[in-house]
Structures are given as C-alpha cells and as structure tokens.
C-alpha cells in the first residue's frame, strides 16, 4: 500500500508493518509509544513499554521465512482493524497464519494493539529441478508475472521480461521451484571461472512472502560451492530498493553503480568463505 494512499490514522501502523518486513528494529519501534501495551485479545498482556515489545521483536526478526501481508484495513476514529497474512517458521516447517490486529492511535504512534492469530497452515513441500529448453514458455509467464509491479517504477520492461528462455534453459543454469502443484519461482545462474553469477530471480506473486527467494538464494550459495567458486554475484536496478535490501541482509555488498539506459545498475557480491 502507497504511503500516499494510507489514512493518516494508519499511517504509522502501515509504516510499523513496512519496517516488520525490512526487520529494520529502530525503524519499527519508531511507531510505538515508550508506554504502549501489546495484547493476546482480549485481555492477556504480552509485552508492556516499548522495551518489551523491542526485545520480542528482536528475536522474531530472526526468523528466515518472515513476512506480513495486509489483506484488508479499516480505520474507526483512532482504531485500525487489520486482516493480516503472516509468514513465519514453526517447529513443523514454514507456513502462514491469519492475524487480526487491532491498533489504537495516539499522536501519531501506536498506544495499544490487540491480536488474534489464527492455526498455522504449512506451506507444501518443495522440488528443485533443473530447466529445459521445453520450460521456456512457463519460466516466461513467471518472470513476466513477477516482474509486472517494476513496469511503472522504470517505465518500461526490465530486462527479464524481454529476454529468450528458450535460449537461457540452453546455456544457463535454471532452476526450478514447484510446490502445491505449480511453478512457483525460478533462479537463473551463469558459472564463471572465479564466481556465479546470478541472472534472475522471480517468484510467482501469489507465492511472495514465503521466503521462496530466500530459498532459492541459499541454494545458489550451495551451486557455486559445490562447483569450486569462492563468490556469487548479481545485478538489480537501483530502483528496485526492496530487492537491494533483501540482497544486504543476506550479506551481499554493493561493488558498484554504472549507467544503464536511463537509470543506474546496481552490482552486488557475497564472498563464500566456506569455498576452497
């Protein structure tokens, strides 16, 4: 949801759920009064001061499949009632649960926030195989499905859209995620000499916030080391700043900036240590 579109009631509860995302800890409790209260609904208190609900979150922030999403919102006077869908990592597996949370504004921060959290649903087992030239139309329509939010941020394709899958199935490294019956999301990689580089990532929209790509990054780390490579490497637009961040937290540096068409490409790397 736009900054620009949120009702200025929910704007710091819509900003708290942005920096749950990044697992930016300051920037979340920004939103939080000193002396708010954190609720189980009805009534069982579950952290009480902003110190509290800071070390709760701290170690939440941990977890490696983390991820709300808002289903629907609605603002009463100073109360913001959200249908929330929350990935998490349980002892199971990965998987989602609902939330229903309920916010109580006061001078721009949160005071009081009451939360009602549905069973988990685990999220289906997982197959990873290696793309074929014959794949190319379904690794198309995925890419052009994940990549379709960027067309109004660059005004125009990015580059993964515009590409020959049935060429790239040839002479790259894809590979392929499926769960629940269907293409989920994919990695392109090209082995060099002294790194792998990859390509693309993409995961099928209805699919996001279940740390797919996180996944399939680490799998990647595991690609390069078992081919003898000490780094992996890869390029994104400067605009795209949530992929940047993501890409930051794993452990990936900024090497550099250079032109492309009108804007600037980013090139990130991540020495593998554990490589010969």
């Known amino acids: 949801m736009a900054s620009s579109s949120v009702p200025d009631i929910a704007r710091p509860v819509q900003k708290q759920l942005d920096a749950y995302n990044a697992r930016d800890i300051d ?129 125009r394709a990015p580059t993964p859209m515009t590409v020959d899958y049935h060429d790239r199935a040839r002479d790259h490294v894809i590979d392929l995620l499926h769960t629940e019956g269907r293409l989920a999301a994919l990695i392109e990689m090209v082995p060099h000499t002294d790194h792998l580089l990859i390509e693309n990532v993409a995961v099928l929209p209805a699919f996001q916030g279940r740390g797919y790509g996180r996944r399939l990054l680490a799998h990647a780390e595991t690609v390069a ?15 795209f700043a949530e992929n940047i961040a993501l890409y930051t937290r794993l452990g990936y540096r900024v090497d550099r900036e250079e032109p492309f068409m009108d804007g600037f490409t980013v090139y990130m790397s991540k020495p593998l240590h554990e490589a010969p």
């Open 27 to 155: 920037a979340f409790m920004q939103y939080w009064a000193e002396d708010c209260r954190y609720y189980e609904f009805p009534d069982r208190l579950l952290a009480r001061g902003a110190a509290e609900i800071r070390e709760r979150h701290l170690v939440r922030f941990q977890e490696p499949n983390l991820h709300g999403r808002l289903v629907n919102r609605m603002v009463v006077v100073n109360m913001v009632v959200d249908h929330e869908t929350v990935t998490r990592t349980f002892p199971d597996g990965a998987g989602e649960i609902d939330v229903v949370a309920i916010y109580e504004v006061e001078n721009g921060v949160i005071a009081r926030a009451w939360f009602k959290i549905g069973p988990p649903r685990l999220f289906a087992d997982v197959i990873l195989r290696r793309a074929l030239p014959s794949d190319a139309a379904a690794i198309r329509d995925l890419t052009h499905a994940a990549y379709a939010k960027w067309l109004p941020v660059l005004g």
């Open 225 to 239: 080391a078992t081919r003898g490579l000490g780094e992996v490497r890869l390029y994104t637009n400067r605009l």
